[in-house]
Every structure is written in C-alpha cells, then in structure tokens.
C-alpha cells in the first residue's frame, strides 16, 4: 500500500536521543530510534527475534540495545552480537535495521530496500538548517487518516477560504486560477494573486498599509514531501517575480508519514527570512499555524471515517481537483512499478 | 438487514432546529437533520459528493448546506447547486435526500425508495398532539444492541415482574393469559388482569383505595412501530371496556430505529388524558419511566452481548413468546420481499 | 485452540460466596460462579436458554439461579426447573453446568466433557493448605497475553536477572547451567547456584551473614500449572539436597487461565515454611511479588502486541529455550490428542 523505496521523515531531530528509545509505528512496522554514543541516529525493528518482545521496552547499552526480556543485545547494524545464556550467537541472527539520515532538522528514514536508499531523494529542505532564515516548527501531530488526505491537503489549497477564515483564508483566493504541472515525481501547483487586501494572518505577522501580490506555490513530491511557498508583498514591488525586496515569504516543508493504512504522522516548519530571531513572530507564526492544521485534521479525519466506511464508492471531481487527481496518478504509478520489480 | 421502505424516527422534532445540523447515523448510514428557513426538515447524507468530507463539519446558509471543505453548496433537495472554483456544475451531482415527515412530535425518515415513502404508512400516534392529553417524553436512548430486541422486549411483557419489580413488575401479571393475534404488518398482544392491586408505579402516579381492573395492550406494526397501552380502573368500573370514568391510561408510542446491526436508537412518549396539564404528574410519569427504560436496556445490551458471540446458536421458545415469535416472522417476511423485488 | 479435558483455576475460594455471582469468562465461554447455601460452588454458563441473557444479570436464590430477564429458574445442575409463565418445562432443557472442584484455596473448573472429570488430574498443591505453610497470595492477575507466553515465562527464568534486577534478578543466574526433564504431562527446570550471594529479595525477606546455595526447580504441568520452587540456604548446609534446616524456601504454584485466544488470568502463591504466621513476611513477600510479576506482565503484554501483527513469523530459538520448546510441545501434542478422539 506504500512506496517502500523512499524517504519518509522519522522524527524531528531533537526527539531522539543517546540512552533512550523513541519507539514509532511507520509504514506499518514498529520502529526504535535512538543515537549512539557519537551522535548518529539509530533506526531498529522494535521486536526482539527471539520471543517477539518489544525492543522499546529493554534498554539502551551504550551504542546497542539490550532486550529487556532476556538480555540479548544487538548492534546498530540490527545484528545480534551477545545472547547471555550462551557463548554461540547464530550467524546472521538480527533485527532489521533502517537507513538513516539526518538532514534539515529531521529523521529521515528509509523503509524499503537498504541497497536503494540514495541520499540524492531527500528533498532540498535548506531553509530549515539555514542562518539567513528562522523557523517556526510545528508540533508532531498524530492524524487518524491515510497519508494520501493529508497530500491531498496541502495541494489544493481551494479549501482555504472556507476551513481557515479569520487566518490565511480570503474570499478572493479562488478567483484567480491555479496552474498545475506534473514533473517526473511531482506536481506542482501556482496561485498568484495580484492587488488584493492581506490575509489577516500576514498581517499579524508583517502588516502592508497597502494592497499586495500574494502567491501560493506547493509542490508535492512523492510519496509525500511537500513545499509549500506561500507569502505576499506591497502591490507591484515584485513580490510575484521574487523581486520585491520587502516581503513576507515563507518556505514551508511538510512531512507526510504513513503510521498505519488509517493514521499518519505529519511534521512540518515554516521558514521565513525577514524578522530574523524574533521570538515573538516565530512563536506567533507557530501557535497560528498549529490553529489552522487543527481545522484541517477535523476534516479529513471526518473524511477518512466516510471513506472507511465506503472504499470503493467514486467521488466527485472537480476542476479545482486537477493537482490532487494528478498527485495520486504519481504515487500510484511509483508504487505499481516497485510492486512490478 | 433492515426493511428499508418504511418510516423510522429519526429525531424528536425539538432536536431539529434552523441554522444547525443535527448529526445522526440510520440503518447504518451517516444523515444531516436541519430545518429551512420556512421550517421544513431536510435529511441529506452526511457526506460530501467531492471529498466525502462530513457535510455535518460545514454550515447551514439559509436553507442549504455548504460543505466545509471546498465550500459545495448542496440545495434541500440534496441537489449540488454552486461549486464555487468553477461556473459549471455537473448536471445530476449531489448528495442523497430522504423523505421527511413531521408528525406526532417525531421526525420522520424514509430510508428506502422515495417513491414509495407513502405518509400513510406512518402509524397513528395522534395522542402525542392533542390537547386532552399530555405527554412525558423519554430521552434519545442509544442502545448497543439491534433493534429487534427492543421490540422484542416490548412486546413480551412478561418480563415486567421480574425486571421491573417496584415500578409496573407485579406477581399476578403472569397469572393471567395472552392474547396473540397476527395481523398484516403487525403483531397484537393483549393481556387483561381483574380485581387485582394497584401496581407501585401507578398508585404513586394516580392511587385507588380499592383493587383495579388492568389492563396491557401491545401491538407491534412492521418494521418497529410500537403502541403499548397500559392502565387500571376500580374493580369492575369497566376500564377493561373502555367505559370506566375514572381512570389511569397512558398510551404510549415507542419507536425503535437501528443506528447499526448492533445498535438502536429509541424514542418514546407516555401520554395520558388524567392530570392533564399536571407538570408534577408529567415529571413523575416521565422520572419513573427512565429507570424502568434503564433496568431493560441493560438486560438488552447483556443480550446482545451473548448473541454477538454466537448468532447462530439456537434458543428456547416458550409459550409466552408466541407474540414475539410471530412479529419476527412478520419482519422477516417483509424484509425478504422487498429484497426480492 | 484450549485443551479442554483439564482442570484450570477459575477463581480464588474467597472470590466465591452464596447468594451472589461472579462472572467471569474462561476459555472463551462466559461462567457465573456462587455458592449454594452448603458451600457447595456452583459454575454455570452465563446465558440464559430462552433468549440469551447474562444469568449474571439475575439473582441466587436459594441454590438456584433465577434469570433477571423472565424468572426462568435453573438448578444447579443447570437444568431448567421453573419457567413462571407455564406449568409444563420442556425436557432436558437447561444451560451447561461444569464440573467444580475446591482444593487448595482454589475453585477448579472443567469446561471439557465433563465425564472426563478425573479429580486425579488436579496437581498437589498441599503447601497452600498446611499449618505448617504460612501462604501470600497473589491478586487475579488479568493480562492481555495468552496463557502460553505466561506459562513461557514462568518456565523460563533466563529472564530474571534482565526483568527483575533489585529483587530477585542477580548476574550470576545464567553463569549456571539448566536441567530439561520432559514427563508425560510435564516438563521441569532444574537450576542450582552454589556459594552465591543472596539476591536482594531473598534478604528482604530472611538475611544471612554468608554466601548461599540457591536453587530454582520449576514444574509446568499441562496444561498451564506451573510449580516455582525456590530458595537458598547458607553455603554447604545441604540446601540443594533439602537437607538445611535454616533455609528460605517458597513453593509456589502459579495457575494460568485463558480467558480468549488473548488474554489470560493469573493465580498464584507463595507457601513457606519459615516465620510461620508472621504477617509482616507474608505482606513483604505479597507486595514484592506484585512488583515483579507486573514488570513480566508489561513484557508478555508487548510479546502478545507484535505477536498480533505478525502470528506466523518465525522467531529464533535460543538454547536456553529448551524446557519452553518442550512444554509447547508436550501442549501442542495433549490438544491434537483430544481433537482426533
């Protein structure tokens, strides 16, 4: 049901740590993840082989884990290297261990096939891990739905003005067009909007005394890595050409990670490079922010017990849908080819 | 499962307002309850025809729903009538429309086939809605069990002295015989009780100094329409005529809707035309009646229970479930012929 | 997926009284459990015959039971003797009554064909009933796992020094080797430590001034009583031969019940035959061993988790597994014996 051969985002970095556990349901597979003694981020089977124990309940030994059952232990590799009962440890004997990398503020992990994991297909997140630009990072929310809803989510932004009034929705959004192009693993969809009144959040957070241009740009790349670039600058400045010199322009990398086929993670930052440091706009942006991915995940968890509920029964297409029809084309066609290998 | 062309109960008509959406699975389908401008009741499917977004998570705008997601417009008629990112919307899209009745102090549904929603097949619960009675309303029960045991339950009185001991339960109840009469969509049984003591509860709603002439008629009408008349007059007064005076008679409609397979809603009135007007005879009535309620929806749920583990183990009819035997049949038979058509 | 033809522990005596049930389901099939006014413990199916009602819902009366639902009446035998509404009692009716024997402060129940009933079959548990064993019980034990990863545990105390360190946990355990006796109906662990020091339980309870013999024998007997004997002595007294006359030793049977397929209840004591009647002892050595078997149900609770997920995955047999391979097998055997007669 998942695109194994991918990155999927773990955990935030500052979750996990040397001498504890963080124990994770991902794609399905219970996970451990912890750092060894140098720092490097460690991603295990959280189920011992021998009797099927949770790992997550043992404890970590230095750069290993030690099941807390019977002892046994086990290196980062997954390898079994001591039972204590016995001087012989059976060759090959392990648990699965993930390719791991930390980039961009967070856990990356790699579910499928170890050989493939190339770094080259994590996104390019750099202004999460960049001086110019300050982040505002969201909570890890725990959502009771299919990853796809929450893609779906993020790329077609036509639900703004009616689940997010009061904050960045505006009765004028859907007046101007979207632009969708499909790339190779990704879609791609543009709004701009030009001479129109801020959103009252933008204006929380940098008010114009002035109409502005205001853009909306989300690409998602599969399975589920999206950008989403959004801001608004003084009518005719630039702002749309990334001309203007005086803006409010947020970079926005949202993490999508299946749990289960009916729950999913989601972690997300926004990124700006105006008010560096200032406090008071990265916690105004975030507690905003956690407001509005609220209203969306009534929605689609609603959503998903209709869904649950009636599988197969058809939806209704609209044109605005276009991205979102096109976004599931990809991950589809990038799942049945790794199924066909 | 469940007879479909028939009406059910959806709500009591003060839980339907303008403005709101009452929200309520029936028959195992998710349906929105709101009132038009005018007041009519409209019954739409909980879900969005695009996204199958809940339409209970959106508002109410005048006499139509807009989703809360995209911001579809679906008119009374369950008609989709504004898209709002697009001029065009797909002629025939929409959501389902049931039709509503408003009757008795009940809302009615029709879940089957809108062309047969005949009003006529709405029981006569005109008591409910006259001025020389007044009526003590029950709560919305919601019960984990199917529905026919609630009918079952009511229909089988013999139960009365040993769950309901203190209340309406008397020894001699059981002491005098049924009458069992099947009718077409409908299952009557009557029991008459002479020269016998008052039972607790009705002494403390309208006490005798003398022994009473009893009296329990219940019928059942297809699917789970049921009519329990029940009351007492001095010995040989004539109440079991129907000629007495002076008298303690309720007639009280119960109507059983299921929710699931497992679980039912019940809606119930106890009207009565002594005391009319009597506030303090109305809350008693009514106080008196939630306990007893309560005492049978915890052996109904303990039912359930049982027969969850094992549907098909056979059970042991005695006589006194002659009645019950035959609404069964009358159900089942209904049922089967509305599947074969 | 039980062995049905046995003896298992349905509760604690004290847990049983006349005039009240208790209910309790055992090996998938709910039971009540009363005293009749001798003593006698009854053990009946907790559903009517009529119509499926919990009997638990009902009341003793006398020595029988009398359904809450419509006063059906069954003996103890669990044949139907009365039915309030007709003269006339169907032949042979009933529900399923068990075969119940009180031994050892134990209530014993047999859910097979009760012909089979053999009394020989119940182990000797005679410490628990001596005057010279002063006894600490256990509370019941209800656990998410199945008995098997309980009887598992129990057999295999490999785990100590890794699940219970500070109590009974020491290094030195596993320096010592197993003895792996299979019986007919049994399998048995033998471990003898000699000259070691006390584990901090055992001091707790009685010091000595010198290093010990310690030994822990261990007896599972099909299908789920298990036998822990354990103690230690001062070092060279004969402790091992039981031939010291100062020593700790605790026999103590433990009694695992499958509820379903996934949870299980757990009996045990701890008899001793030092500081006889001092309650002090008997209160340390309860609330010690409280302690420890919650942090063996926290882990059999996670082994029955991944077990879930994963039923027939394969797991790595280590060698100190022996006596736990064994008795699955012994299990296993008794099971595919009792289904092809």
Redesign the interface.
């Known amino acids: 049901m998942f695109l194994k051969n991918a990155w999927y985002v773990a955990a935030w970095d500052t979750e996990v740590a040397a001498g504890r556990m963080l124990a994770r349901t991902l794609l399905g597979e ?1 996970v451990i993840l912890y750092r060894t003694t140098d720092g490097a981020v460690v991603a295990l089977e ?2 011992c ?6 790992l ?3 404890t970590v030994v230095g750069d290993n884990v ?7 232990t086990f290196a980062p590799d997954g390898s ?1 290297i001591h ?4 001087t012989q440890v ?1 060759p090959g ?1 392990g648990v699965r261990a993930y390719p791991i990398i930390e980039r961009w503020q967070f856990v990356w992990i790699w579910m499928g096939e170890p050989a493939k994991a190339d770094p080259g297909l994590i996104p390019n997140w750099w202004w999460m891990d960049h001086p110019d630009w300050s982040v505002s990072r969201g909570d890890v929310f725990h959502i009771a739905c299919n990853y796809e809803l929450i893609t ?1 989510n993020l790329l ?1 932004l ?2 703004v ?3 997010h009034p009061g904050s960045i929705g505006t009765d004028y959004i ?1 007046d101007f067009p979207i632009k969708t192009e499909r790339l190779e693993r990704s879609v791609k969809m543009t709004r701009l909007m030009t001479d129109v009144p801020q959103a009252p959040f933008h204006r929380r957070v940098k008010a114009y005394d002035t109409h502005v241009d205001r853009w909306t740009r989300v690409e998602v790349f599969a399975p589920a890595h999206v950008l989403v670039n959004s801001g608004n600058a003084p009518t005719g400045t630039g702002g749309l050409e990334g001309k203007a010199n005086d803006v409010v322009n947020l970079q926005s990398p949202n993490e999508v990670t299946p749990e289960t086929e009916g729950s999913s993670f989601l972690f997300y930052g926004h990124a700006r490079n105006f008010h560096l440091g200032n406090e008071t706009t990265t916690q105004r942006i975030r507690n905003e922010m956690l407001k509005i991915y609220r209203e969306d995940i ?2 689609m968890e ?2 998903q ?3 649950a ?1 009636e599988p197969d ?1 058809a ?6 849908d276009a991205p979102v029809v096109a976004m599931r084309r990809v991950v589809r066609q990038l799942i049945e080819a790794e199924r066909a290998r």
Chains 1, 2, 3 share one sequence.
């Open positions: 219970p959280d189920r082989c021998h009797r099927a124990a949770p997550s309940l043992g030690r099941c807390g059952y019977h002892g046994l079994l039972i204590p009962t016995q059976p004997a779906d077609d036509a639900h003005p009616f689940l859907i009534d929605m609603g959503q017990r209709r869904m509920r029964r939806l209704l297409a609209i044109n605005q």
